[in-house]
C-alpha cells in the first residue's frame, strides 16, 4: 500500500543546533513532494514541494529538503533552528491522481 | 494569493443534530477541494476529494451519508455532519488546489465538539 513515513515523532533541539527530519515514501511511478508546517494554533503552511528537476530544494524560513529517488526520501533540513521553529512538520506526498496522503508528523520543540 | 478560508472555526452541537461547515477558496478557482479529518497529535486523514460540479470521491470507510459534500461552484465547497455523535468530534480541514501543479491550500480548520 502507498504510504509515507516519518519516523521521527518527536525531536527536541537546542536553538541553533542543525535539524534533519527523515520522510520516506512507498508510492510507485511519478510523485510531487511537500513539508507543510504547523504552528501552535495556526494552519498548515507550505514549507517548500518538489516536482522536477535540482532535488534539492530550497523553501521560506531557511528549510531545504533533498529528494533521493533510490531511497524514496525527502528528508528536511536547516543548519540551525530557531526557538520560533517549534511546530509540527508533516511531509506529504501526491501521485498522479492529485490524492495527497500525510506522514504522521514530527513535532519539534526548541528551547531557547 | 491562494488564500482558503473555513467557516466556523468552531462549532458545538448536541449529539443527532446536523453541523454544515463551508470551506471558500477567496482569491482563485479551485477545481478540487480536499476534506480532512485530524485527531488530537495524529496525522491528517483525507476523507474526501470533490470536483466542482461533480460528486465527492470517498476513502475507504468514509461514509458519505453521514459526510455529505456539495462542491457547488468554483470557491466553495461544503461539508455537513448528519446526525452527529461523539465520536465525530475531530477538527475537520478543507484544502482547494488549482488542479495544475497538486499543490494544495490548506484552511485554518473547523473544531468540531459534538456533545
Known amino acids: 500500500a502507498q504510504s509515507v513515513s516519518q519516523h521521527n515523532h518527536h525531536v527536541i533541539l537546542s536553538e541553533a543546533a542543525s535539524l534533519e527530519l527523515g520522510c520516506n515514501y512507498s508510492?510507485?511511478?511519478?510523485?510531487?513532494l511537500f513539508w507543510y508546517v504547523q504552528y501552535p494554533g495556526q494552519h498548515l503552511q507550505l514549507l517548500l514541494k518538489y516536482f522536477s528537476g535540482d532535488p534539492l530544494v530550497k523553501g521560506i524560513k531557511g528549510f531545504e529538503a533533498e529528494f533521493i529517488k533510490s531511497k524514496f526520501s525527502f528528508n528536511l533540513r536547516k543548519p540551525s533552528v530557531q526557538w520560533s521553529d517549534t511546530a509540527e512538520y508533516f511531509c506529504a506526498v501526491t501521485s498522479n491522481n492529485n490524492d495527497m496522503r500525510f506522514g504522521a508528523g514530527t513535532r519539534l520543540t526548541v528551547k531557547p | 494569493g491562494a488564500v482558503v478560508s473555513q467557516h466556523p472555526s468552531w462549532v458545538i452541537c448536541k449529539s443527532g443534530t446536523s453541523v454544515k461547515i463551508e470551506c471558500r477558496s477567496l482569491d482563485f478557482q479551485a477545481t478540487t477541494m480536499f476534506w480532512y479529518r485530524q485527531f488530537p497529535k495524529q496525522s491528517l486523514m483525507l476523507m474526501a476529494t470533490s470536483n466542482e460540479g461533480s460528486k465527492a470521491t470517498y476513502e475507504q470507510g468514509v461514509e458519505k451519508d453521514k459526510f455529505l459534500i456539495n462542491h457547488a461552484s468554483l470557491t466553495l465547497s461544503t461539508l455537513t455532519v448528519t446526525s452527529a455523535h461523539p465520536e465525530d468530534s475531530s477538527f475537520y480541514i478543507c484544502?482547494?488546489?488549482?488542479?495544475?501543479?497538486?499543490?494544495?491550500?490548506f484552511g485554518p480548520g473547523t473544531r468540531l465538539t459534538v456533545t
Open positions: 484544502s482547494a488546489s488549482r488542479g495544475v501543479f497538486y499543490e494544495q491550500y
Open positions: 508510492y510507485g511511478g511519478t510523485v510531487n
